[in-house]
């Protein structure tokens, strides 16, 4: 089998340098021999092993994704991974849902990916510490004894006994029947793979990270035999971001067959019509297969360091994304797909915001970010993280949503602990797992505020506990609290948001301080001293605004927090749709038109809505511009009832 190997990554290397002709960016110039790859990256992220999210909501939600990954029975899970491993499955049959299709074993992936975040989180007690580190221990042991000798590694329903890899022989034909012939198997390879490297990565494990070995050996394998048209056939089927996890492989092993593999997945025909920037270029493209392969490419620049164009494709796509066909909770897509350019009012139904999508571009703006500092992805991050991936989960049973409905009426659904499965319980898995990400960063003798959220950072290199007390916007002013080893030099800067009704008024010690204002943020450098504290008032207020395509179709914000109209729990009924994803049946409300009261338009309420609401406890507001009684509370927070994003105004004179 060594021999088969040797002669494999020689072949891929001659693919690969036939395909430049197909796909842009030459053949990676990669040295080998090195244990870890230096990344391109220019800022330095802190995670959740640095960073303790303090807040009560934060550490529920954390708690409730522990109870649900210790709650899943090892032997499940594995089940089909030891039915296509030829060993002894126990007796017992794998968990219902998608767990026990041609797509089994996606979830795998994100299990352990969340198991080694949770490991490594501050959030996590040292009974849960140990809890899941002894889960991921026997997961990953029981995955190396269902590995084969050819490296390959699967956990479908085993349909072909006698082709185990029938389902990636299909793909390689075109064919791709979901329940007979293959449910996009390289989607699934890409979870196993990204699930084996954080479990090494995180949580130390030395074996996943000689499975993901063995088993990229098949990868460079299976990719050898490609030629042109089967290459083209594979990629325009969802591969997920086999091109992400490759470049992972290659940048934590150094050995460069796993970038050429890598290569193998990246679509450069694609990449070259998103650097074209036109019009409606994203128009009819599944979201959640496309997101994957820009954050793929975007990989490559960061481990390579070369083809700029990737850095290139990943920006453009990612302003297409945000400018035309975003909604304001920083969800995308309806029914799982891209529409037109700009046409996003039209398109409000029960089944939009895929949360596999968001969780995507997170990735993808996290990354964007570390490159360029650029504070407009901060930006997009907080959005996106309060008021989509907190509105994700139940906070009563962990549970998480698939779609999230933008139609007025409509109530958000959760997935069930053992008969669901979708490709978005898995991401939630991870979701909730990695509270902390994306609020701080650093570069060189800088450190960066982005989100103003109760937490607690420990940044080793400064000697600095720095943390904040207090979470905007349920207050106007954020509090961070100062504990150094000893005096440092040091320059914070705060992030001015975008949602700020004024300038930052900010305090040392109690005494009000000058500011610089640097690329979006507000810069304070200074000696700092232990015990300092820095306070931030940010001007607060409510703000509206409207679809492209909807003129008058408006939502309202306070501060970073999306508001919806609280319209009651009558008639909670579900119903399913596609492969089975539970959505809401149907809408309480006939129309979404609120009809002004008497000289009150529309133009009024959009450019001053301080002026028609009554603020209540807490984040509550009562709309005053008409008669409906419409009380708006945080978007995240109406998990339990149907609620309304965006109403259509209309004046008296118009009705």
């Known amino acids: 089998m060594a021999g088969a190997g040797t002669r494999a990554a020689s072949l891929i290397l001659a693919v690969i340098m036939a395909c430049t002709l197909l796909f842009g960016c030459s053949a990676p110039d990669i040295k080998g021999g090195v244990s870890m790859i230096e990344t391109g990256y220019s800022l330095k992220s802190y995670t959740s092993s640095d960073v303790l999210l303090t807040g009560e909501f934060f550490e529920n939600a954390f708690n409730k994704e522990i109870d649900y990954l210790l709650s899943l029975d090892n032997d499940r899970l594995l089940c089909n991974f030891r039915k296509n491993g030829g060993v002894d499955w126990k007796g017992v049959e794998p968990y219902n849902g998608w767990e026990n299709s041609l797509i089994g074993g996606h979830t795998m992936g994100h299990y352990l990916t969340a198991l080694a975040q949770a490991y490594t989180s501050e959030l996590a007690s040292n009974s849960q510490k140990k809890a899941v580190g002894e889960k991921l221990g026997q997961i990953i042991d029981g995955l190396a004894e269902c590995q084969r000798d050819s490296g390959f590694l699967w956990g479908a329903k085993v349909e072909n006994f006698g082709n185990l890899e029938f389902q990636f022989d299909n793909v390689e034909q075109g064919k791709s029947n979901l329940f007979t012939e293959a449910w996009v198997p390289w989607y699934t390879m890409h979870k196993i793979f990204e699930g084996l490297i954080s479990s090494y990565e995180l949580a130390g494990n030395e074996t996943a990270l000689d499975i993901a070995k063995r088993l990229g050996d098949w990868v460079c394998e299976r990719t050898s035999r490609w030629d042109e048209s089967t290459q083209r056939t ?3 089927i ?29 679509e450069e025909p694609l990449f070259e019509l998103i650097r074209t920037d036109g019009a409606n270029v994203l128009n009819n493209r599944h979201a959640n297969t496309t997101i994957p392969k820009i954050i793929g490419a975007l990989k490559r620049y960061i481990v390579l360091g070369d083809c700029e164009e990737y850095l290139e494709t990943a920006e453009i796509f990612w302003q297409m994304v945000v400018d035309h066909h975003t909604y304001p909770t920083g969800g995308n897509s309806e029914w799982e797909h891209f529409g037109e350019d700009d046409v996003l009012n039209r398109e409000r139904t029960n089944c939009n915001c895929e949360t596999c999508n968001v969780y995507n571009m997170l990735k993808l703006t996290k990354d964007l970010y570390m490159l360029t500092g650029d504070v407009k992805y901060a930006d997009y991050y907080e959005q996106a993280f309060i008021n989509h991936i907190m509105a994700s989960q139940n906070p009563e049973t962990g549970m998480t949503t698939y779609f999230q409905a933008m139609a007025t009426g409509y109530f958000r659904t959760f997935s069930t602990p053992e008969d669901s499965f979708w490709c978005c319980t898995g991401t939630g898995m991870e979701n909730f797992t990695k509270l902390g990400d994306g609020i701080y960063f ?69 005494e009000a301080v000058a500011y610089t204002e640097n690329g979006g943020y507000a810069d304070i450098t200074r000696t700092w001293h232990s015990q300092d504290k820095i306070t ?31 319209l009651g729990n009558e008639s909670m009924s579900t119903t399913y749709t596609g492969m089975s994803v539970l959505i809401p049946e149907s809408s309480v409300v006939e129309s979404d038109t609120i009809t002004l009261s008497e000289g009150i338009t529309p133009a009024m309420v959009k450019s001053d809505p301080e002026s028609y609401f009554v603020k209540g406890e807490g984040l509550e507001f009562s709309f005053t511009g008409s008669n409906d009684g419409l009380v ?3 978007y995240y927070s109406l998990y339990n009832t149907r609620y309304g994003i965006f109403w259509r105004l209309l004046a008296a004179d118009n009705g």
């Open 238 to 266: 969802e591969y997920g971001g086999m091109n992400d996890c490759m470049y992972d492989l290659y940048r934590v092993t150094g050995e460069k067959k796993y970038a050429e593999a890598a290569h193998a997945f990246d």
């Open 536 to 566: 931030v008032r940010i001007p607060l207020g409510l703000s509206a605004s409207n679809l492209q395509d909807g003129i008058n179709t408006v939502s309202f914000s306070y501060g970073p927090v999306l508001l919806a109209a609280d």
């Open 632 to 634: 708006f509370k945080p």
């Open 234 to 236: 594979v990629l325009s």
């Open 442 to 510: 650093s570069e060189g003798k800088r450190l960066f505020v982005n989100m103003y959220i109760e937490s607690r950072l420990e940044a080793s290199e400064y000697g600095l506990i720095l943390t904040q007390s207090k979470t905007v916007p349920l207050t106007d002013t954020a509090e961070l609290s100062l504990k150094l080893e000893s005096d440092c030099e040091l320059t914070i800067s705060l992030r001015i948001p975008y949602w700020a009704k004024g300038d930052l008024e900010i305090a040392v010690n109690g």
